[in-house]
């Protein structure tokens, strides 16, 4: 078997036996690379450089051997898992991560009108649930996941639709003033009650639906079906974790930024 | 220029989800047209042979030391046979889990009426009680059964399927052995048997089996 650039369906045994994936390894680097270059005269780049590389930390585990070699074509559950890190945790540790200097040049790029719409927050939901629905079809697992190009563009997808989900809760950049906390909760909210759908078909589905997974040779002793309903599972509980801890964050935020406010002195009235 | 950036970077993300869409939207899996191929023209996921030789008649031993007659016992059942080895690291666990699978999601009259034989083809690892343990862990009613290789190849060859190989072993004594990835079923009074290549999926077999279980009456 010749070496792999990137994870995806084998029709060999699972092993514990490490095995490098040096396209995950190169697409870690250049982005680590543009983070560098984003931050060059930034003075706020070691309070960001953590969330970076939390960021990129993430994405380089969830890609790598030995989840991305399992999630690639062993385990639904180990999938699912990936699309948890690589959809919804590593883009937000990467928004985070972005200098302030790099949001000012976008705020004062021609570009921001076109950020401007594909940022608007009804765009990104929709487009992050249809990249959701779609990545999760058996037909487009099935057929994507047989090849490492195939693999590959599952996850840049997964990346991309996080980075547009996440943008309108966390970048500065457009200013959507009509954007506060309590209309980004219900944002946040949304995408929790819209990803029961996908859930409920993998979990209550009658029958495994991925070939790629009920044919693959076995990982321990669970069945295809259980290991679907694990994904399921991890679809609703792990995603849920994650945007109910946004949720509870951008509330306390709300309430904190309220109580300084109503703790400020009343100015006297004048006559 | 931070504009010009900008755009490049857009433009080749929208361009590559647009190739990769497409490239997506277009590829089946072979196994899967073909199955559906044959469902539209024979109304079975499975292939049919035309002119199938008879159940074979065979005695060996099964699992719990008993000689196992093949054709007596399967006699009036809706039959899979499949001849494999338990130390087989794909097809035959794979095999096996999605019968084991199909037949828990069976209706109760269709699970009494089907019975798994599975026949080693290494007799030299797969003792008797190797057999039944590997077997327990999918189904503890599937059928294993044991018998010196010349006899299984025998059994092979009559059904159409070549003798199996052994590779040479590894460093630590390990070693493949190439067989057949097919299994093969029958109805239950013998009269049409449909062999079922690897890569058949649990929705294949749950679309077959009432055909066949009826195909007796």
Same mark, same amino acid.
């Given at each position: 078997m010749g070496l792999q650039w990137w994870c995806s369906a084998q029709a060999t045994p699972w092993s514990w036996s490490w095995r490098p994936y040096p396209g995950v390894w190169l697409f870690v680097i250049v982005l680590a690379v543009a983070f560098v270059l984003l931050a060059r005269g930034s003075g706020d780049a070691g309070r960001r450089r953590g969330w970076a590389m939390a960021g990129l930390l993430t994405l380089w585990l969830a890609l790598d051997w030995p989840i991305g070699a399992l999630g690639g074509g062993y385990l639904a559950s180990v999938h699912m898992l990936q699309y948890l890190l690589i959809a919804l945790l590593a883009p937000a540790l990467l928004l985070l991560g972005v200098p302030d200097i790099a949001w000012a040049r976008l705020g004062e790029s021609r570009a921001l009108r076109v950020f401007r719409l594909i940022t608007h927050p009804l765009v990104t939901l929709a487009v992050f649930q249809v990249v959701l629905v779609w990545t999760h079809l058996p037909a487009v697992v099935d057929s994507l996941m047989a090849t490492q190009s195939g693999s590959f563009l599952i996850d840049v997808l997964w990346l991309t639709a996080g980075l547009l989900f996440w943008w309108p809760v966390i970048a500065p950049v457009p200013d959507r003033e009509r954007f506060g906390p309590p209309l980004k909760m219900g944002y946040l909210f949304l995408a929790t009650v819209l990803n029961t759908l996908p859930y409920a078909f993998l979990t209550f589905g009658e029958t495994s639906y991925y070939g790629i997974f009920e044919l693959a040779p076995p990982v321990g002793r669970i069945s295809a079906r259980q290991d679907q309903q694990i994904a399921g599972l991890l679809m609703k509980v792990g995603g849920g974790i994650i945007l109910w801890t946004a949720i509870t964050i951008l509330w306390f935020r709300w309430y904190n930024r309220d109580a300084a406010a109503g703790d400020q002195p009343v100015a006297p009235p004048t006559s | 220029m931070i504009q010009l950036r900008w755009a490049r970077l857009a433009a080749a993300v929208i361009a590559t989800v647009v190739v990769a869409s497409a490239a997506g939207c277009n590829v089946e899996p072979q196994e899967r047209r073909d199955a559906e191929i044959r469902a539209r023209e024979t109304g079975w996921r499975g292939i049919v042979l035309e002119? %199938? %030789? +008879? +159940?074979p008649s065979f005695v060996l031993e099964a699992a719990d030391g008993r000689p196992f007659d093949f054709r007596a016992e399967t006699d009036g059942y809706t039959t899979f046979l499949f001849f494999g080895y338990t130390s087989c690291p794909d097809v035959c666990p794979v095999h096996m889990a999605s019968l084991a699978a199909v037949r828990r999601d069976l209706p109760v009259e269709l699970q009494r009426s089907m019975k798994v034989v599975f026949v080693t083809t290494d007799p030299e690892r797969d003792t008797p009680e190797r057999i039944h343990s590997w077997l327990a862990n999918f189904d503890p009613d599937f059928v294993g059964l044991t018998g010196s290789k010349a006899v299984v190849d025998s059994i092979q060859l009559s059904l159409g399927l070549p003798p199996s190989i052994y590779e040479d072993p590894d460093e630590n004594g390990f070693y493949i052995v190439g067989h057949a990835s097919q299994v093969l079923a029958f109805s239950p009074d013998g009269s049409i048997r449909v062999i079922y290549p690897f890569g058949t999926r649990q929705s294949d077999w749950i679309h077959d089996i009432p055909k066949l279980a009826a195909a007796a009456d």
């Amino acid at each position: 078997m010749g070496l792999q650039w990137w994870c995806s369906a084998q029709a060999t045994p699972w092993s514990w036996s490490w095995r490098p994936y040096p396209g995950v390894w190169l697409f870690v680097i250049v982005l680590a690379v543009a983070f560098v270059l984003l931050a060059r005269g930034s003075g706020d780049a070691g309070r960001r450089r953590g969330w970076a590389m939390a960021g990129l930390l993430t994405l380089w585990l969830a890609l790598d051997w030995p989840i991305g070699a399992l999630g690639g074509g062993y385990l639904a559950s180990v999938h699912m898992l990936q699309y948890l890190l690589i959809a919804l945790l590593a883009p937000a540790l990467l928004l985070l991560g972005v200098p302030d200097i790099a949001w000012a040049r976008l705020g004062e790029s021609r570009a921001l009108r076109v950020f401007r719409l594909i940022t608007h927050p009804l765009v990104t939901l929709a487009v992050f649930q249809v990249v959701l629905v779609w990545t999760h079809l058996p037909a487009v697992v099935d057929s994507l996941m047989a090849t490492q190009s195939g693999s590959f563009l599952i996850d840049v997808l997964w990346l991309t639709a996080g980075l547009l989900f996440w943008w309108p809760v966390i970048a500065p950049v457009p200013d959507r003033e009509r954007f506060g906390p309590p209309l980004k909760m219900g944002y946040l909210f949304l995408a929790t009650v819209l990803n029961t759908l996908p859930y409920a078909f993998l979990t209550f589905g009658e029958t495994s639906y991925y070939g790629i997974f009920e044919l693959a040779p076995p990982v321990g002793r669970i069945s295809a079906r259980q290991d679907q309903q694990i994904a399921g599972l991890l679809m609703k509980v792990g995603g849920g974790i994650i945007l109910w801890t946004a949720i509870t964050i951008l509330w306390f935020r709300w309430y904190n930024r309220d109580a300084a406010a109503g703790d400020q002195p009343v100015a006297p009235p004048t006559s | 220029m931070i504009q010009l950036r900008w755009a490049r970077l857009a433009a080749a993300v929208i361009a590559t989800v647009v190739v990769a869409s497409a490239a997506g939207c277009n590829v089946e899996p072979q196994e899967r047209r073909d199955a559906e191929i044959r469902a539209r023209e024979t109304g079975w996921r499975g292939i049919v042979l035309e002119n %199938p %030789p +008879k +159940k074979p008649s065979f005695v060996l031993e099964a699992a719990d030391g008993r000689p196992f007659d093949f054709r007596a016992e399967t006699d009036g059942y809706t039959t899979f046979l499949f001849f494999g080895y338990t130390s087989c690291p794909d097809v035959c666990p794979v095999h096996m889990a999605s019968l084991a699978a199909v037949r828990r999601d069976l209706p109760v009259e269709l699970q009494r009426s089907m019975k798994v034989v599975f026949v080693t083809t290494d007799p030299e690892r797969d003792t008797p009680e190797r057999i039944h343990s590997w077997l327990a862990n999918f189904d503890p009613d599937f059928v294993g059964l044991t018998g010196s290789k010349a006899v299984v190849d025998s059994i092979q060859l009559s059904l159409g399927l070549p003798p199996s190989i052994y590779e040479d072993p590894d460093e630590n004594g390990f070693y493949i052995v190439g067989h057949a990835s097919q299994v093969l079923a029958f109805s239950p009074d013998g009269s049409i048997r449909v062999i079922y290549p690897f890569g058949t999926r649990q929705s294949d077999w749950i679309h077959d089996i009432p055909k066949l279980a009826a195909a007796a009456d």
